[in-house]
């Protein structure tokens, strides 16, 4: 493993001897090693519980549950030691400060911060320590909701700019990147350039923003501009060298190779827990600038932070960082590859024709938008199937515990990251062939003169049409009154329909829906 190259120093206010002047040792988890050694000994604490080894719970009758969520080693991990006996949180001087630091080196941060309360926060600390009153901010309208909060509450003077859609055939959104050049460009000929920009440059959706040309551009309009950067998708992709070239921190690294005085002050925010090993709320916030930027966030981050930070979330972003570096490109060569793999089976499996891949072929591919696919996200289009996007998701996680999180009108997102291995992959695909086996639309049925099938409407579940029936349009009609009132449709193949339906029939059971 070769770690990415840095020139990062870290974070703390007061140098230690052996960080500061001795190689830091790149395969170390100092944080997560000390809440290991102080979860292992049997510590009473007059302070606060948190659970103190599981002592609140010992006679509980909800102590069985506790232990099952959690385990001992989780209660025991959960601590509230602060200071000399741990490490400091707002101004670190042991296995915290030193954790920081080497996910600096491993980012190519000047700062790195650990938090435990969400990206969520780690963007208010960000746009407090880059803007003033009265400051001008040019943001991204698609940036996530506690962007805009924090703005509000700021005393700023904010513009936004607009989004446009990828295409037609296309749900995602993202920023008009270009309108935002030429915005921030004519605020700095005007003589009132923007003090700061904000991006969120790897969305929800898979897409990714061209970072090196757009930092670039806003260095050459105005140099000494703020730039928050909002990556919270895409931690992980700083270590993989398809997915690095358009990460800001790279981006920041290649102007400064170029402009070692680059002026500007650069912040990043990461959702670890979204694309690395770390816990839920799991955050780091990068910051490339001067000493003065890097105070001005450590005194934004005691103003916004919980003063009670969660030591397992803190300690798993020093693990993830770890396996990150030595681990993380070989998990994302797998994540690529099943990526294509999905969207190869989806093109090639007639048992997979119901559905249709959007993006990254044919999606995204003009540079002068300023944006790329996510290879890791796949976007699917599955309205071919009859069913909601909604329905659909239901059905995956209630039938074949399955979860997506996503859904953009008719399609669902898959997000293929480092913790889907072949076998989910498998799943995944044998659950999408009995999903179109079961769930068909009856367009196809319907385009026909004689229906092939039996189509029922449920309520009240009698058969609108039977095999051999002609289909005309008042029956067309009817079926999408009936969808319009509330009544689900099924249709069910008949191997013979070319011969009448048999007098006396019933109907078997319903067994595809659309």
Not at 104 to 111: E, K, R, V
Not at 152 to 174: E, Q
Not at 210 to 231: C, F, G, K, Y
Not at 330 to 337: I, K, N, P, W
Request: glycine share 6%.
């Amino acid at each position: 493993m070769t770690p990415p190259s840095s020139t990062a120093t870290g974070t703390a206010p007061a140098p230690s001897a052996t960080s500061e002047f001795a190689a830091p040792d790149r395969s170390a988890t100092p944080l997560a090693d000390a809440v290991l050694r102080v979860a292992r000994r049997d510590i009473a604490s007059f302070h606060a519980l948190p659970l103190s080894h599981g002592r609140s719970i010992r006679n509980s009758r909800t102590r069985a549950t506790y232990e099952a969520l959690f385990g001992q080693a989780q209660l025991a991990a959960d601590v509230s030691y602060s200071g000399t006996m741990l490490d400091s949180f707002f101004r670190p001087h042991g296995p915290l400060r030193d954790a920081q630091r080497l996910a600096a080196l491993s980012f190519g941060a000047d700062t790195t911060l650990f938090l435990s309360a969400g990206t969520s926060t780690a963007n208010r600390v960000a746009l407090a320590a880059l803007t003033r009153p009265g400051s001008r901010v040019l943001a991204d309208r698609s940036c996530h909701q506690s962007v805009h909060f924090a703005l509000g509450s700021l005393g700023v003077d904010v513009d936004y700019a607009p989004m446009r859609r990828c295409c037609d055939s296309c749900p995602r959104t993202f920023a008009d990147l270009p309108h935002l050049l030429e915005s921030f460009a004519a605020a700095a000929e005007e003589g009132r350039p923007y003090d700061a920009v904000v991006l969120s440059a790897v969305s929800y959706d898979g897409v990714r923003y061209d970072l090196p040309t757009l930092l670039a551009s806003m260095s050459r309009i105005h140099p000494t501009v703020n730039v928050l950067v909002d990556e919270a998708w895409g931690a992980v992709h700083r270590f993989h060298p398809q997915l690095r070239p358009l990460t800001a921190l790279h981006a920041v690294e290649q102007l400064r190779a170029d402009d070692p005085g680059l002026p500007m002050t650069v912040a990043v925010t990461h959702s670890a827990h979204k694309s690395m090993s770390a816990l839920r709320q799991g955050s780091y916030l990068h910051l490339s600038g001067d000493r003065e930027a890097q105070e001005r966030t450590a005194q934004a981050l005691f103003q916004h932070h919980t003063t009670s930070p969660s030591f397992p979330v803190l300690a798993s972003l020093d693990l993830a960082r770890l396996q990150a570096e030595y681990e993380g490109e070989a998990l994302l060569d797998r994540s690529l590859l099943l990526a294509r793999t999905l969207r190869s089976e989806i093109a090639t499996d007639p048992r997979l024709s119901a559905y249709c891949t959007l993006g990254p072929e044919g999606h995204l591919t003009d540079p002068a938008m300023l944006v790329h696919d996510d290879p890791t996200r796949v976007l699917v289009d599955i309205r071919a199937l009859g069913i909601t996007a909604a329905d659909f998701r239901r059905i995956l996680f209630d039938e074949y515990a399955l979860y997506v999180a996503r859904e953009s009108a008719g399609a669902v997102l898959f997000h293929i990251h480092i913790g889907v291995d072949e076998g989910t992959l498998l799943r995944l695909l044998e659950a999408l062939r009995i999903i179109q086996r079961t769930y068909r639309t009856t367009s196809a049925a319907l385009a026909e003169d004689s229906a092939d099938h039996f189509i029922i409407a449920y309520p009240p579940g009698i058969p609108i049409t039977v095999p051999g029936e002609k289909l005309c349009d008042a029956t067309r009609d009817e079926i999408q009154a009936l969808r319009a009132s509330g009544s689900e449709i099924y249709t069910l193949y008949h191997p013979q329909a070319a011969a009448p339906a048999p007098r006396r029939q019933s109907p078997p059971p319903p067994q595809q829906r659309s």
